[in-house]
C-alpha cells in the first residue's frame, strides 16, 4: 500500500507535520508532481527503528526523565517507595519509585520489584 502523508498521519493519529519531520529525519517517501508518497512497509520499519533507538537499558537506581529524555538518577532527600497490590509472582510484589531529577528536577517515576528493593534503597542510603 502507498499512502500520502495525509493519510498516515490520520492513521497512526499524530500531526501532518511529524510525517514530514519524519520524511527529514530518513523516512523513505517517492515524491511526484511535488507531492510525497510513502510505501506502509517503510512506514512500519521506520517506526520500529525509532521505537528501539529510544529504549534506554536503565540501572536500578537510575530513572528514565521525560524532561530530560535520558537516563537519571533521584535527588536521595526526594526518593520515596511504595508497594502495589500488584503480585508479579508468588513472592514478588511490584513497588512504585518516585523520585526528582538530579539534573531537572522533574518528577520521576519507576516500576520495580520488590527483589530489587534493597539494593536501590542501599544506593538512595538514608532515604525513608
Ligand atoms: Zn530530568
Avoid at 524532561?67 to 517507595?81: L, R, V
Wanted: with cysteine; aromatic share 10%; proline share 1%.
Amino acid at each position: 500500500m502507498i499512502y500520502s502523508p495525509e493519510e498516515i498521519s490520520k492513521l497512526i493519529d499524530v500531526h501532518q507535520n511529524t510525517i514530514y519531520r519524519w520524511i527529514d529525519a530518513g523516512l523513505v517517501a517517492a515524491v511526484k508532481n511535488g507531492k510525497y508518497y510513502i510505501f506502509g512497509r517503510d512506514i512500519k520499519k521506520y517506526l520500529s527503528n525509532s521505537k528501539k533507538k529510544n529504549k534506554v537499558k536503565l540501572k536500578l537506581e537510575e530513572f528514565y526523565c521525560t524532561s530530560c529524555k535520558q537516563a537519571t538518577t533521584s535527588i536521595k532527600e526526594a526518593i520515596s517507595f511504595h508497594r502495589t497490590n500488584k503480585m508479579l509472582s508468588e513472592n514478588r510484589y511490584q513497588i512504585i519509585i518516585k523520585g526528582v531529577c538530579i539534573s531537572c528536577g522533574h518528577k520521576i517515576i519507576r516500576f520495580e520489584s520488590n527483589k530489587n528493593l534493597n539494593e536501590i534503597q542501599s544506593f538512595y542510603k538514608g532515604a525513608v
